[in-house]
């Protein structure tokens, strides 16, 4: 099979060892959940998680029966929790494979149950709690009994506890409320509760990680601050997008540029096209929005609508472009550097989107 150079992805797999173990002193009492959902952020599933595990992660966390399974099938053995409630359908299959999956009553807990007798085993789950979210989970005040019926099921091996805080990052006050609901449920469970209590996700780390079994780290682990703290400065961006040009011609002033001609010349200048667009996750929203390039360590904009699979740049007539030369449309190029904040800005959009957005038909390449 041809290699696809035309554009890429690379991860710096260093920089994923140093922000987990930056997360683990900021709560060197709790375990590591590596959230290897969604292709790892966009990182890269398998990749991501070896490192991670090699790194300190003791669980990793995902958020479909599928993306475990996948995980599995690479040859990981480590513990994996299914975050998301899976389809009672989809029961089997995570016994099969020993992923522990959240549930949020007892018919899920039961299916879970039916799975696991099938295999002569217990299936593992977790009970997931709405303490304010409310997203998914069973609320505080059923817990209690909810837990005692599935605990009597045989086919079932109850692990553990955990809720998800909806304002770590930005209010602590909410976020607290949470933490006090889960923590008051605990004491009320005493020894009948689950070995596992977890709730601090990546922004809770510093400040409301105590007694939480895990940080369950997601978009820190890849670099990427979970809030305006100014401690998150230290983190190191993993990932890289890159492409090749694919073609560069000299135009004169008011020439159309892309579809609808949504964007005319302001001069003479150099057209650049560039082989990626929406299709590989560049979205289109940053079309018309100020969206910038790196060529040879210079910012150039992007211009006219973005494509499916090409983009435009303007460069000034005089600027002497190497044909060869790599497009970063994400990450560092000399001192300049375009970052995930950037482009969700301009696309009024978070920076998890920008990442989490890019194709799997873009290659990874994996450094260090």
Not at 101 to 123: C, I, N, Q, Y
Not at 132 to 140: E, K, W
Request: charged letters at 25%; glycine letters at 8%; proline letters at 4%.
């Amino acid at each position: 099979m041809m290699e696809d150079r035309r554009a890429w992805v690379e991860v710096d797999l260093d920089a994923i060892a140093w922000n987990l173990k930056f997360l683990k002193k900021l709560a060197p009492k709790s375990q590591i959940m590596a959230i290897i959902k969604a292709n790892a952020y966009g990182h890269g599933a398998e990749a991501v998680a070896k490192a991670a595990l090699a790194n300190g992660a003791s669980w990793l966390g995902v958020a479909t029966v599928e993306e475990g399974i996948s995980l599995r099938e690479a040859g990981i053995a480590a513990p994996i929790l299914v975050l998301g409630v899976a389809p009672e359908v989809e029961a089997p299959l995570a016994a099969k494979w020993n992923l522990s999956v959240a549930f949020t009553d007892l018919k899920g807990a039961e299916a879970l149950s039916r799975a696991g007798k099938a295999l002569g085993k217990k299936a593992s789950g977790q009970l997931k709690i709405d303490t304010g979210m409310h997203r998914i989970g069973v609320f505080p005040y059923k817990v209690e009994d909810l837990l005692e019926a599935c605990q009597s099921l045989d086919g079932l091996k109850v692990d553990g506890l955990f809720t998800h805080l909806a304002t770590a990052d930005c209010d602590e006050k909410l976020a607290q409320m949470q933490v006090i609901k889960m923590k008051e449920i605990v004491d009320k469970l005493g020894k009948k509760s689950p070995p596992l209590v977890h709730w601090a996700n990546s922004a809770a780390a510093p400040y409301l990680a105590e007694g939480s079994s895990f940080i369950r780290a997601g978009i820190a682990l890849y670099g990427l601050r979970p809030s305006q703290d100014s401690l998150w400065e230290n983190l190191k961006p993993a990932l890289s997008l890159k492409a090749s040009i694919s073609r560069i011609i000299t135009l004169g002033k008011n020439e159309p540029i892309g579809y609808g001609a949504s964007y005319y010349t302001k001069g003479p200048c150099q057209i650049v096209t560039v082989p990626i667009g929406y299709g590989d996750g560049y979205t289109r929203r940053l079309s018309h929005k100020g969206a910038e390039v790196l060529i040879m360590g210079q910012r150039f904009p992007v211009v006219g609508n973005i494509c499916m699979d090409q983009l435009m740049v303007e460069v000034p007539l005089e600027f002497s472009l190497d044909p060869e030369a790599e497009v970063v449309l994400l990450g560092k190029q000399g001192n300049e550097e375009i970052s995930a904040e950037e482009l969700a800005k301009k696309s009024d959009t978070i920076h998890y989107e920008i990442v989490t957005a890019l194709s799997t038909r873009l290659k990874r390449i994996y450094t260090n």
